[in-house]
């Protein structure tokens, strides 16, 4: 079983500020996904990354895909209410079975 | 439209019972899946279906049956419900193993289950 280890588990900030989330672990995916859930819904896909070194830009997150296609991180820069939610990252491996991290919960505070 | 739809939103039963949740895309995928959220937000998939044909079935109890009549519609039928069981359970649905290790699932708003 591939396992996906993120950190922190729980990120409580103020707006304006910058984080990052990290998403780690020991086996090679071939492609690794970060998706956002809100409270009472399902999770929301928010970048796919393929290529090893990868970094993709959405608006104020950047998403990168390490040089070994084990871990990722995501960066947030000047973070915003709206931005609160849980983050999780899943890695996709040659059995095409997704696995998903247990999540990072942020909280922006106004 | 919602693209990804399941019923009951909510669902609280007696530990025992028998119950079954549904769920239905209207995006013409071929595959769907069924994940168990535990109380501590870990997601973990459960089952996969692949144009009605079980692709992908996780270490779980034999007492989740699920079952897919056509490739629009995978339900998830459970028997003698247990405490543990209590959980959210999402329904998802993406284009297919062909492209898979890119490809978007696309997640229903959950069932919550509490078994009492």
């Known amino acids: 079983t591939q396992l996906l280890e993120q950190s922190p588990q729980f990120l409580s900030i103020q707006e304006g500020e910058n984080l990052t989330v990290y998403c780690n672990s020991s086996?090679?995916?071939?492609?690794l996904q970060w998706y956002r859930q809100e409270p009472g819904e399902g999770p929301v896909l928010l970048v796919t990354?393929?290529?090893?070194?990868e970094v993709k830009k959405l608006k104020r997150l950047t998403f990168q895909f390490g040089d070994a296609r084990k871990d990722s991180s995501l960066h947030i820069t000047a973070a915003q209410p709206g931005d609160t939610g849980l983050y999780l990252c899943a890695g996709v491996g040659g059995s095409y079975i997704p696995t998903f991290g247990r999540g990072t919960s942020l909280i922006v505070h106004p | 439209d919602t693209a990804v739809s399941q019923t009951p939103k909510y669902l609280v039963t007696q530990m025992g019972n028998d119950k079954s949740i549904k769920c239905e895309q209207n995006l013409g995928h071929d595959t769907m899946y069924w994940y168990k959220q535990d109380s501590k937000k870990f997601l973990k998939i459960m089952f996969s279906?692949?144009?009605?044909?079980?692709?992908i079935n996780e270490t779980v109890p034999n007492r989740f049956s699920p079952k897919s009549p056509d490739k629009a519609h995978l339900n998830l039928h459970i028997n003698s419900l247990e405490l543990g069981d209590s959980a959210v359970y999402f329904c998802?649905?993406?284009?297919?193993?062909?492209?898979?290790?890119?490809?978007?699932?696309?997640f229903g708003p959950g069932t919550r289950l509490t078994v009492l």
């Open positions: 998802a649905s993406s284009l297919g193993p062909s492209g898979a290790n890119t490809d978007t699932q696309y």
């Open positions: 279906y692949n144009n009605k044909e079980l692709i």
């Open positions: 086996s090679v995916f071939s492609s």
């Open positions: 990354v393929v290529t090893g070194g």
